[in-house]
Antibody
Framework: EVQLVESGGGQVKPGGSLRLSCAVS????????MNWIRQAPGKGLEWVAS????????YHADSVKGRFTISRDNSKSLLYLQMNSLKAEDTAVYYC????????????WGQGTLVTVSS | EIVLTQSPGTLSLSPGDRATLSCRAS???????LAWHQQKPGQAPRLLIY???NRATGIPDRFSGSGDGTDFTLTISRLEPEDFAVYYC??????????FGQGTKLEIK
């Protein structure tokens, strides 16, 4: 069974940092691109970042570029999102998603981890 | 930057009805890389359709997708109680690399 489990969320002050993790099981992590998507409370979905299988191709949304960094450890089947210089508008549930169909979408999602940026 | 606009914002229908949800892009979607996701309250999204018209694994055939270029449609042929949710379209390939529509809420009439 495919499973993705995010962790590392919590409350942090503006300007602070957090690192999110996504642990996967039930599939060969090193064979799939991966994505981070977020959802602010009561709002829609927003793509955050994507990473190719080997890590050769990395993309970040303009809203997080220079502050967030996606990375992966294929030996541990872990996906990460390092979030620095956090702002109130980064408050959201953060989901990791498995890339599929040539990376054009996510076919499985985790249950999400909540990040709250507040003083 | 490509923008996806979904309509209507809210659709009120009854079980057994046919639902038609629209997603319009501000520019042509690269290779028709348009997907649809369903999200129920408190749950993660679930992929329904990829590549405009391909059902994801395990998705019932009452869900179908169509469209080309800038206009795309998700059709649910006969609504079941479990289909009432929020639906998002999502494109891949244009700047930004991924983007989502604002969502259509399908509610019970």
């Amino acid at each position: 069974e495919v499973q993705l489990v995010e962790s590392g969320g919590g409350q942090v002050k503006p300007g602070g940092s957090l690192r999110l993790s996504c642990a996967v099981s039930g599939f060969t992590f090193s064979s799939y691109s991966m994505n981070w998507i977020r959802q602010a409370p009561g709002k829609g979905l927003e793509w955050v970042a994507s990473m190719s299988i080997s890590g050769s191709f990395i993309y970040h949304a303009d809203s997080v570029k220079g502050r967030f960094t996606i990375s992966r450890d294929n030996s541990k089947s872990l996906l990460y999102l390092q979030m620095n210089s956090l702002k109130a508008e980064d408050t959201a549930v953060y989901y990791c998603g498995r890339g599929r169909y040539s990376g054009t979408t996510s076919d499985f999602w985790g249950q999400g981890t909540l990040v709250t940026v507040s003083s | 930057e490509i923008v996806l606009t979904q309509s209507p914002g809210t659709l009120s229908l009854s079980p057994g009805d046919r639902a038609t949800l629209s997603c319009r892009a501000s520019q042509s979607v690269t290779s028709n890389n348009l997907a649809w996701h369903q999200q129920k309250p408190g749950q993660a999204p679930r992929l329904l359709i990829y590549g405009t018209s391909n059902r994801a694994t395990g998705i019932p055939d009452r869900f179908s997708g169509s469209g080309d270029g800038t206009d795309f449609t998700l059709t649910i042929s006969r609504l079941e109680p479990e289909d009432f949710a929020v639906y998002y379209c999502q494109q891949y390939g244009s700047s930004p690399m991924y983007s989502f529509g604002q969502g259509t809420k399908l509610e019970i009439k």
